[in-house]
């Protein structure tokens, strides 16, 4: 009959099997190799300054508008439209986060 390890063993240090020898670290990989000849720029717009131009020509609306919250701010804080409270109650109550 073979004797598991179990968990009781290992806080007792009365484990009887010791772990073999480690085994040995793999090797660093290889740098890559540099090319001779520069690479050309692609003349591509970073997604910002896409996104900042489609902002200004109207093709995107702002972040918020995207979250369809209704709310504007006032000296009590953020107030919200009726449809945006009755909307957030209907998705808690089908989507409940804890």
Same mark, same amino acid.
């Given at each position: 009959? /073979? !004797?598991? +390890? /179990?968990?009781?063993?290992?806080? !007792? !240090? %009365?484990?009887? @099997?010791?772990?073999? #020898? @480690? #085994?040995?670290?793999?090797?660093?990989?290889?740098? #890559? %190799?540099? *090319?001779?000849?520069?690479?050309? $720029? *692609?003349?591509?717009? +970073?997604?910002? $300054?896409?996104? @900042?131009?489609?902002? $200004?020509?109207?093709?995107?609306?702002?972040?918020?508008?995207?979250?369809?919250? %209704? $709310?504007? @701010?006032?000296?009590?804080?953020?107030? %919200? *439209?009726?449809? /945006?409270?009755? *909307?957030?109650?209907? +998705?808690?109550?089908?989507?409940?986060?804890?």
């Amino acid at each position: 009959m /073979t !004797h598991v +390890s /179990t968990l009781k063993d290992f806080v !007792h !240090h %009365e484990l009887n @099997a010791m772990p073999g #020898p @480690a #085994p040995k670290a793999p090797a660093p990989p290889a740098a #890559p %190799e540099r *090319s001779r000849a520069p690479a050309a $720029a *692609s003349g591509a717009a +970073s997604p910002g $300054a896409k996104a @900042a131009k489609a902002v $200004a020509e109207g093709a995107l609306k702002g972040a918020l508008y995207y979250t369809q919250v %209704e $709310a504007h @701010a006032c000296r009590e804080g953020w107030v %919200e *439209s009726d449809e /945006t409270v009755k *909307s957030k109650l209907c +998705s808690k109550e089908e989507f409940p986060q804890g």
